[in-house]
């Protein structure tokens, strides 16, 4: 089973900031779009951001300003960070591979996930 390893999350006051953090096999970093889904309780998973083997990238409206999708092909690492933190945003956080097609569309095709690490913005 592909396993990709997230790391930072964290509790963080509004309007601070976070970095998350994604390592993926070679032979999935190379093929796939990268992107950061997250899921709230009560509320379907959603994406946040993507970005394409060549960096193009993606934003969902609420977030565009505020945060940044990078990936460094070097260390097979997407990052994701966040600024201007709010409580909405309080979540749990998905690293994910796929089409950029698939995720822009919102959804996925690929089992290709994260273990998921929290985000919590307190107000």
């Known amino acids: 089973q592909v396993q990709l390893v997230e790391s930072g999350g964290g509790l963080v006051q509004a309007g601070g900031s976070l970095r998350l953090s994604c390592a993926a096999p070679g032979s999935i970093f190379s093929i796939y779009a990268m992107g950061w889904y997250r899921q709230a309780p009560g509320k379907q998973r959603e994406l946040v951001a993507a970005?394409?083997?060549?960096?193009?990238?993606h934003y969902t409206d609420s977030v565009k300003g505020r945060f940044t999708i990078s990936r460094d092909n070097a260390k097979n690492t997407v990052y994701l960070q966040m600024n201007s933190l709010k409580p909405e945003d309080t979540a749990v956080y998905y690293c994910?591979?796929?089409?950029?097609?698939?995720?822009?569309?919102?959804?996925?095709?690929?089992?290709?996930w994260g273990q998921g690490t929290q985000v919590t913005v307190s107000s």
């Open positions: 970005i394409t083997s060549g960096g193009s990238t």
């Open positions: 994910h591979a796929d089409s950029i097609k698939t995720m822009v569309s919102g959804g996925w095709s690929r089992d290709y």
